[in-house]
């Protein structure tokens, strides 16, 4: 494999030779760890730093060309539902599948995605009624709250030697945007998480199997990563009886989750994990070793989104968003005051 500066110089002078934008040059610098911010839960890789199962971050320009940071102002073409396929377990994976796991608590990158539950919805109605007869239409309006975003993760795989049945983890609302390099073969993928995901640039002849949200609950199974010396809580710990109460409880947890997994995959789902408190980019295989052998970056604009939720999704920007979720918000209050707002004057 070629090492770090090596690479550095054979990348500088490969740039001469051919087509690369300012954009697609790889950093001089090495990715330091030591200057990542590792919060409760560890590290937060920030975009275009890309995690790695040998915990040795990368930048994203030496894996895949045409990156652009998602910012929410992009739409897909339009969003599918994945339903939950109904079960507490997964296919096996063949004796020749590849395990590539990834497991992120949530990611930074926007999208045009946004959600909100039932619940959520007669809770904000609910809260509108309330604040319009304490303090008028104007404040009632203020008090709407917005709905969420889901946040987009990438997977750049490289891995070639053997089919690769991806197993994507998230506590977060995350959509996983799958970049293959020539000859990458994806078996079959699962998506696991504690509330929505969703998939993107999957060959739709690809099977995927997803569990999230109240499948996983009924299920009694609960992501949880196991902690390490740099996550801020186990340091905590160290002082405080009622912390290192908690970090005993995720390590059950983690425990309990994992062992879950190995159930479903085999050891190496959890020997070879890409995984950290947030990040925005994993990479399954090696560095591509020629320049031209990056992965050109797939958009998710104009793309066909699946998502496993039971949450209602509304696509547009974000301003649209809020607009319409607003709307829907005052209609349901509206409903509530027996559909006459104006009754529900402030009181003196």
């Given at each position: 494999m070629m090492t770090f500066p090596k690479l550095m110089l054979w990348v500088v002078m490969s740039c001469m030779l051919v087509a690369c934008s300012e954009s697609d040059q790889v950093p001089q610098n090495k990715v330091d760890l030591n200057k990542i911010t590792s919060k409760i839960r560890g590290y937060v890789m920030h975009t275009k730093i890309v995690a790695t199962k040998h915990k040795q971050p990368e930048w994203v320009q030496a894996i895949a060309t045409g990156y652009v940071e998602a910012d929410g102002k992009k739409l897909p073409q339009k969003v599918e539902h994945l339903s939950s396929h109904g079960?507490?377990?997964?296919?096996?994976?063949?004796a020749s599948d590849y395990i590539g796991h990834v497991y992120f608590e949530t990611a930074e990158q926007e999208t045009s995605i946004h959600f909100y539950s039932d619940e959520s919805l007669i809770k904000s109605a609910k809260n509108f009624v309330y604040v319009y007869k304490k303090r008028g239409a104007n404040e009632a309006k203020k008090s709407i709250d917005r709905p969420r975003s889901m946040k987009i993760a990438d997977v750049f795989v490289t891995e070639k030697s053997k089919p690769v049945y991806l197993v994507l983890s998230s506590s977060g609302n995350v959509i996983w945007n799958i970049h293959k390099a020539d000859g990458v073969k994806i078996s079959r993928i699962a998506l696991i998480g504690y509330r929505n995901g969703g998939i993107v640039n999957v060959d739709p002849t690809t099977p995927i199997e997803a569990l999230h949200n109240d499948s996983l609950k009924r299920c009694n199974i609960k992501p949880a990563r196991t902690p390490r010396p740099n996550w801020a809580l186990v340091k905590r710990a160290e002082s405080s009886s009622n912390i290192a109460e908690a970090l005993e409880k995720n390590e059950r947890q983690a425990n309990t989750y994992f062992n879950w997994l190995i159930d479903q995959f085999g050891e190496q789902v959890a020997d070879d994990i890409v995984e950290t408190n947030i990040a925005n980019h994993a990479l399954i295989g090696d560095l591509p070793a020629q320049l031209d052998q990056r992965i050109a970056y797939n958009k998710i604009e104009g793309k066909i989104v699946r998502i496993s939720s039971s949450d209602t999704m509304l696509v547009a920007k974000k301003k649209a968003a809020r607009e319409?979720?607003?709307?829907?918000?005052?209609?349901?209050a509206t409903e509530m005051a027996g559909g006459d707002l104006t009754i529900l004057k402030p009181s003196n």
């Open positions: 079960k507490c377990s997964f296919t096996a994976p063949a319409e979720y607003k709307s829907r918000v005052i209609a349901l």
